[in-house]
């Protein structure tokens, strides 16, 4: 009997869990970055690097004639917590991540969000190695953090990582 409760009270409890951030997941996305109007632009500064120092740059476009924001979580404008980069060698297996993840109280507050003016962009460096174990060889990254955001997943850049 006191097995039994136990289930359904644990049940219950994530049954409301997934409701409410799904909840906040839809207001932050249809209320900070209309469709189309913000674009996400990963680059990188050279094409080989040392495996311990992988400068990228991520930038965010606003193609729109009005001020837009995004959630800085999950980019790398918080650049030492969250997956939100997708790291695949040559051979298709996934860079070990090494970084912190954080539990996030939805929906985000104020200071979560950064504003970027109509047709201007807002643009931060990172060290992909500080979150990613990576070894010599060729890698592919795509930049996957959307979800919370609210930004699109953008286009694929490579590289290559020489001998540490």
Request: hydrophobic share 40%.
């Amino acid at each position: 009997m006191i097995r039994n409760s136990a289930i359904l009270l644990l049940c219950l409890a994530a049954a409301t869990g997934c409701q409410n951030r799904k909840a906040g997941l839809n207001t932050a996305d249809t209320a900070t970055v209309p469709s189309g109007k913000l674009e996400a632009r990963l680059a990188a500064s050279a094409g080989a690097f040392p495996a311990d120092s992988v400068t990228l740059s991520f930038t965010v476009v606003n193609r729109a004639d009005s001020v837009q924001r995004f959630v800085r979580w999950e980019t790398p404008f918080e650049p030492r917590l969250g997956k939100y980069l997708e790291v695949m060698d040559e051979k298709g297996t996934e860079a070990e991540f090494k970084g912190a993840m954080a539990r996030r109280v939805m929906p985000p507050p104020a200071e979560a969000y950064i504003e970027v003016p109509a047709h201007d962009s807002v643009r931060t460096e990172f060290n992909l190695a500080t979150n990613f174990t990576l070894a010599e060889g060729s890698y592919t990254i795509k930049y996957v953090g959307g979800g919370v955001s609210g930004l699109e997943a953008g286009k694929e850049i490579k590289i290559k990582v020489a001998k540490p």
